[in-house]
């Protein structure tokens, strides 16, 4: 019902900058949140940076200063612009999603993206 897909991964040299995004859409009222996670081979998922509706951000501390996160409300897309990068970004960048959807269902309902990779080299 709700489809995330992500685009912008790839491999770039450290200090280098990738521009993530990550398009929503199928059958849902809203967007409440949109936020980007991260995952390495062998390590948990974590979160790197989620915006709501309103406007606000919340980073992780390891990006603060370095990622920044943005929304098209008109497109339904979130984006990542991923600066000064480091080998240690390295990982499957997976968007997830926070919606309010139309009748019969009731609340909030999470979705994600299938992953799209991000590799920084020395």
């Known amino acids: 019902q709700v489809q995330l897909v992500e685009s912008g991964g790839g491999l770039v040299q450290a200090g280098g900058s990738l521009r993530l995004s990550c398009a929503a859409s199928g059958t849902f009222l809203s967007i409440h949140r949109m936020g980007w996670y991260r995952q390495a081979p062998g390590k948990q998922r974590e979160l790197v940076a989620d915006v709501r509706t309103g406007g606000n951000t919340n980073y992780a501390d390891s990006v603060k200063e370095r990622f920044t996160i943005s929304r098209d409300n008109a497109k339904n897309t979130v984006y990542l612009q991923m600066d000064r990068l480091k080998p240690e970004d390295t990982a499957v960048y997976y968007c997830?999603?926070?919606?309010?959807?139309?009748?019969?269902?009731?609340?909030?309902?999470?979705?994600w993206g299938q992953g799209t990779q991000v590799t920084v080299s020395s």
């Open positions: 997830n999603a926070e919606v309010t959807n139309r009748p019969p269902i009731v609340g909030l309902t999470y979705h």
